[in-house]
């Protein structure tokens, strides 16, 4: 999804009606912020980026992808000026990489994971030890990112092997190139049950959440973001404060996400 503007200038009370610092002094001209996003930040971040470009005039141009996806575009040279991931260990790999701007790695988010069911009158379902997921879903198929590289996915299939109950669902996996995607299936009716993340469930009025996988199941579900050394623009550093901003968390909570900064 790309978020556009038009060029105007920027006042400095516009600016810091929008909650951010560092940006105060009028612009000449629109500059551009570049984003690769993890795909489940999509609505709120969206929002996010639409209150930044009326603040500012400046242009937020999101690419939305699985967080292994965009690390591995990163790593080989994508120009992206900001990292959003859902998931620590691909932000270690950018990182390690050497293409994380020195001091600007922070928590930013966090989130729950969920089975979902098509429709809206799917009934509620403990999720527990030993939960019969392959009862459930019979000869359907249970919708997932993908278990081995997409951040829900991993958390998904690490919650049900926790749950002791992996190794009988795994035939029945379908998996999709992110949680979006994942979503997408169930939404559909082409998955009757999915795995996703809270915020996923609540932007799509045609699954119902039906359990919550529990906590302790799988690992910490956190989103890094970090500025990129190849960031120049100072909008691109107005913009990364701004994710932090009372405006922006209020977004992010608005959609679900547990505000960590």
Known sequence: MLIGCSFRAVTSAAVLAFGFAGAGATQAAAEEVVVFAAASLKNALD?????????????????????NALAKQIIEGAPAD???SAAENWMDEVEKAGLVAEGTRKDLLGNTLVLVAHGKDAAP???????????????????????????????????????????????????????????????????????????????????TVVGTFPAESHPAIVYPGALLKGAADAADSAFYEALSSDAADAKFSAEGFAVLN
């Open 125 to 207: 379902v403990e999720i527990g030890q030993g939960f019969d997921l392959e009862g459930l879903l019979g000869e359907g198929k249970l919708a997932m990112a993908l278990v081995d590289s997409v951040p829900a996915g991993q958390y998904g299939k690490a919650s049900l092997e926790s749950l002791g109950i992996w190794a009988a669902v795994e035939p029945s996996v379908a998996q999709a190139d992110n949680v979006r995607a994942a979503l997408a299936l169930v939404s559909a009716g082409e998955a009757p049950y999915g795995i996703v993340y809270a915020t996923d469930a609540a932007a799509d009025d045609n699954v």
């Open 47 to 67: 929002a996010v980026a639409a209150d930044f470009r009326a603040a500012t005039g400046n242009t937020v141009t999101i690419s939305y992808a699985g967080s």
């Open 82 to 84: 900001i990292f959003l």
